[in-house]
């Protein structure tokens, strides 16, 4: 038997689990993200299932903000230069 990436084997189980051709209400994906058992530990991580952005540390929106700054500063120098020009 192969070996599954992670990813296909959690997509095997929603699958097994979930999917109902018969009865079932639309397509494997369709059913897979309607999916209701919340209790689950693979819920966030169901094929087509909506990403939740995990929480930033106060460095990391530090960074971003420097970031920003440094964009912001780069495009009004890029304007001021084209401005300038004839």
Request: aromatic residues 0%.
């Given at each position: 038997?192969?070996?599954?990436?992670p990813k296909r084997a959690i997509a095997a189980f929603c699958r097994f689990c979930l999917y109902?051709?018969?009865?079932?209400?639309?397509t494997a994906l369709e059913q897979i993200r309607a999916c209701t058992a919340r209790d689950c530990p693979l819920w966030l991580h169901r094929p087509g299932a909506a990403r939740v952005?995990?929480?930033r540390t106060a460095a990391q929106l530090a960074a971003q903000a420097a970031g920003?700054?440094?964009l912001v500063s780069m495009r009004?120098?890029?304007r001021g230069a084209s401005a300038?020009?004839?």
């Open positions: 038997m192969p070996t599954l990436s109902d051709p018969k009865g079932g209400c639309g952005p995990r929480p920003r700054e440094r009004q120098a890029a300038a020009a004839p």
